[in-house]
DNA sequence: AAATCATATGAATATTTATTCATATATATA
DNA sequence: TATATATATGAATAAATATTCATATGATTT
């Protein structure tokens, strides 16, 4: 029982083509990163979240009621994108203002909105 | 009862801020758009096999073999992968072999590479 | 035609996760 | 200090989904 059988029942692959693949394929540890970080924008309540704070810092409250959403959702989401460094906050009696974190993550929604539409 | 209530337990809202946000908000259906391609690319699994997919065409088994999967698991993915047109296919023999379908994505996955990891 | 091989797929299982509800924490105000 | 307000969070529930297993489909070869 070859290698190969363990995972693919196929007899022959074409292992130029692998080989070459393998050869310059990225370090598996960055590949997950990314996958992590589309994990954290698949989901559309934090994507509408960073899409607000596009324009403007917002308030948790200000988000809820711009989203339609409790305002213990958005907290719990708020939490996700924070922990993903995309979000930062700043405390103001007792709001807590949530704005962009970094400049990369306006460049990738904004260059993937153009791929979905054309605006 | 106030429509604010409904959602947010919070008393005033900066509705400066969130008309203002509001006006220029992009469409709805654009943003979910975008955050099911990003969830399609929030899989670990789907993301390697683009990645192998960025230097090469690749056949089902192929790509079994050099990320250590089942036929039948990277074959359920490519399904996923071919409803959100990022791949596409052609037949050769009993072989298929699936290629990248479309620059965005190589421009986004790209990109993000670069920002998780900086290489 | 029969056998073999490559791929696709339905069903089941297990895991992840988004929201809700109740409540805790922290700040401001009366 | 007592109360009200804004936010955070743990637990529970419900929904989504990745992989496995078994098997179907479709193409090639003998």
């Known amino acids: ?16 083509i692998v080989d070459k693949v393998k050869s310059d394929y990225p370090r598996e ?20 979240i960073i899409f607000a704070l ?10 809820a009621e711009l989203l339609d ?7 719990h989401q708020l939490r996700v994108l924070r922990g993903a460094r995309i979000v930062k906050y700043r405390k103001e009696g007792k709001s807590v203002f949530y704005s962009l974190d970094d400049d990369h993550i306006y460049d990738i929604l904004a260059r993937g909105l153009e791929h979905v539409c054309h605006e």
């Open 29 to 48: 540890e960055c590949v997950h990163s990314l996958t992590n970080l589309f994990k954290v924008l698949g989901d559309n309540t934090r994507v509408r």
């Open 1 to 16: 029982m070859s290698d190969e059988n363990l995972v693919c029942n196929c007899k022959v692959v074409h292992k130029e």
């Open 54 to 63: 596009f324009n403007s810092e917002m308030c948790v409250c200000d988000i």
């Open 69 to 75: 959403m409790t305002q213990s959702a958005i907290s």
